[in-house]
Nanobody, 127 residues
C-alpha cells in the first residue's frame, strides 16, 4: 500500500505563491499517477492537477492551468505542486493522491474515501 506524506501549504495573500510536496513510498511508482485534489470550505472535493510518474504527462483543472505547475522528482520519489498567482478561491485542504486509475475518478464524489489519499494540508489565500 502506498504511503503519502504531504508538506508545504500555509497562508498567502492573493497573487502570492506556495509550494506543496508529496513524498511517496510503499510501492513502485511506475504504475502510478500522482496528483492533488482539494476541498474548499463547504464544497465537495475537486481535482486540481496530476502527473503520470513514468510518462510525465500532466493534467490540470482549467481554473489553475497556467498558474500551477506539477513536477516529479525521481530521486526523491516526490511530487511538487508549485502554485503561483494564488486566488482566494484556491483556499482549501489539498490532498495528495497516488493511484494508477486516478484519471478515472476526476468527478467521482466518493473518491476521497479511497485509501490512495494523503491526510491533507491546508492552503489559505487572503484577498
Amino acid at each position: 500500500q502506498v504511503q503519502l506524506v504531504e508538506s508545504g501549504g500555509g497562508s498567502a495573500q492573493a497573487g502570492g505563491s506556495l509550494t506543496l510536496s508529496c513524498a511517496v513510498s510503499g510501492e513502485s511508482l511506475d504504475r502510478l499517477i500522482i496528483g492533488w485534489f482539494r476541498q474548499a470550505p463547504g464544497k465537495e472535493h475537486e481535482f486540481v492537477a496530476a502527473i503520470n510518474w513514468v510518462a510525465g504527462n500532466t493534467y490540470f483543472k482549467p481554473a489553475v492551468e497556467g498558474r500551477f505547475t506539477i513536477s516529479k522528482h525521481n530521486a526523491k520519489n516526490m511530487v511538487t505542486l508549485q502554485m503561483n498567482n494564488l486566488k482566494p478561491e484556491d483556499t482549501g485542504v489539498y490532498y495528495c493522491v497516488a493511484d494508477g486509475r486516478l484519471l478515472e475518478h476526476l468527478s467521482d464524489p466518493s473518491y476521497h474515501e479511497s485509501d490512495s489519499w494523503g491526510q491533507g494540508t491546508q492552503v489559505t489565500v487572503s484577498s
